[in-house]
């Protein structure tokens, strides 16, 4: 079993940035590919970003390529977005999810989902 704990959303003005943190429990953090995905109101979960087990790969959505940057800490077992120029647009509930299988756009492939925390990108 892992727990997800995400952290560090909050309210930001267009332009800004925010860093959100996703804390995993358990020993076998390293062994997991991480992803970032989000849902909007109204909306359906849409992927953000991905980064597999060693950091090595990363992936991201056309939307957020640029901006966002995606990273882990093994050690630490904690998976990070760094969100720089936010929009609007990005306003969403973030969620991290952790899976043993690399697929970095498909929902089903990860096994444990977080919480959520709330972004909100005011105009």
């Known amino acids: 079993q892992v727990q997800l704990v995400e952290s560090g959303g909050g309210l930001v003005q267009a332009g800004g940035s925010l860093r959100l943190s996703c804390a995993a429990s358990?020993?076998?953090?390293?062994?997991?590919?991480m992803g970032w995905f989000r849902q909007a109101p109204g909306k359906e979960r849409e992927f953000v970003a991905a980064?597999?087990?060693?950091?090595?790969?990363?992936y991201y959505a056309d939307s957020v390529k640029g901006r966002f940057t995606i990273s882990r800490d093994n050690a630490k077992n904690t998976v990070y977005l760094q969100m720089n120029s936010l929009k609007p647009e990005d306003t969403a509930v973030y969620y991290c999810?952790?899976?043993?299988?690399?697929?970095?756009?498909?929902?089903?492939?990860?096994?444990?989902w977080g919480q959520g925390t709330q972004v909100t990108v005011s105009s």
């Open positions: 999810a952790a899976g043993l299988i690399w697929g970095p756009t498909t929902q089903s492939l990860y096994d444990y």
């Open positions: 358990g020993r076998t953090f390293s062994s997991y590919a």
């Open positions: 980064i597999s087990w060693s950091g090595g790969s990363t």
